[in-house]
C-alpha cells in the first residue's frame, strides 16, 4: 500500500523531533562540563566548542533538523510544525533521568499539555494550498500584511537584543527563549519556500536559477544561526 506525502511528513516530522530533543541533552552536557572549564555560554563563553559531547549533540541536531526539512517538503507546515512540540517531552523525561532534573507536577501538565495541543492541531489542520513555484511563495510572502508581520517581529526581537538581553538576559530565560521563538516562526517559512524548491528542482523544473530561492535560503541560515546561539544561552 502507497504511503501519502502527509504520512511521510508525520513520521519524519516525529523521528526530527526524537533527534532534537536528544540533541538539548548532549549539548547541555557538553556546555556544563565548558562551564566547569572556562567561561559559560550564558556570558559569552565558547569554550563548548571545544567539548566533544557538544559536537555529538549538535550533529545529532543536524540530523533532527535535516529531518524536519524533508518533512516540510512532503506535508504542510500546519502540520509538521505542531509535532516540533514532541521534542519538548522527549528533552524533559531524558533531562529527568540523565542530567537529574526532577520534572515537576507543572513540568508534568506542561508536556500533556503540548501533546494535547499538537493532537488537536494536526486532527484539525486546514487544508492548505501548495505553491506550485518559489516565485509563488515570494508573492505571498510579499504580501503587505505578511511584511507587516515581518517588520513587527524584526522589531520586537532587536529590543530583545539591544535592550532586554543585557538587562535580563542572565535573570529572565524569556528573554533567549523570546528571541528563538521569533526567529523560529520566520525560519518555518523560509524552511517551506526551500524544500518546495528542492522538490520542485528534483521534478525538473530548476527552482534556484530564481533570485527568490537564494534570498529564502539566506534569510534561513540567518535564522538558525541566530537561534543557534541564543538557544545555547538558554540551555546553560
Known amino acids: 500500500m502507497a504511503v501519502s ?15 532534537i530533543g536528544t540533541s538539548f541533552i548532549l549539548k547541555k552536557k557538553g556546555l556544563r562540563r ?11 563563553g ?3 566548542l571545544l567539548q566533544p559531547l557538544w559536537w555529538a549533540g549538535m550533529i545529532t541536531m543536524i540530523v533532527g533538523e535535516v529531518a524536519n526539512f524533508v518533512a516540510y517538503i512532503y506535508a504542510p507546515a500546519v502540520l509538521v510544525t505542531p509535532l516540533g512540540a514532541l521534542s519538548i517531552i522527549i528533552s524533559a523525561v531524558l533531562a529527568h533521568f540523565m542530567l537529574k532534573e526532577r520534572l515537576r507536577q ?6 500533556v499539555s503540548c501533546i494535547v495541543g499538537s493532537v488537536v492541531i494536526v486532527i484539525h489542520a486546514p487544508q492548505e494550498h501548495t505553491p506550485a513555484s518559489v516565485q509563488e511563495v515570494w508573492i505571498l ?4 500584511a505578511f511584511l507587516v508581520y515581518v517588520t513587527v517581529t524584526l522589531s520586537i ?6 535592550h532586554f538581553e543585557p538587562a535580563y538576559g542572565q535573570t529572565n530565560i524569556l528573554v533567549y527563549l523570546g528571541i528563538c521563538s521569533l526567529m523560529g516562526a520566520l525560519t518555518v517559512v523560509s524552511i517551506k519556500a526551500i524544500g518546495i524548491a528542492i522538490k520542485l528542482t528534483l521534478e525538473g523544473m530548476n527552482q534556484f536559477r530564481y533570485p527568490y ?5 539566506s534569510v534561513t541560515v540567518v535564522c538558525v544561526i541566530t537561534q543557534l546561539n541564543y538557544l545555547n544561552k538558554v540551555v546553560l
Request: with cysteine; aromatic share 10%; net charge neutral.
Open 34 to 44: 565548558a562551564a566547569e572549564a572556562g567561561l559559560r555560554a550564558g556570558v559569552g
Open 46 to 48: 565558547y569554550t563548548y
Open 106 to 111: 507543572m513540568g508534568i501538565l506542561g508536556c
Open 157 to 162: 526581537v532587536g529590543v530583545l537584543m539591544l
Open 5 to 19: 506525502d502527509n504520512t511521510r511528513g508525520l513520521i519524519l516530522a516525529m523521528v526530527s523531533s526524537l533527534f
Open 141 to 144: 510572502a510579499t504580501q503587505p
Open 213 to 217: 530561492a537564494w534570498v529564502f535560503l
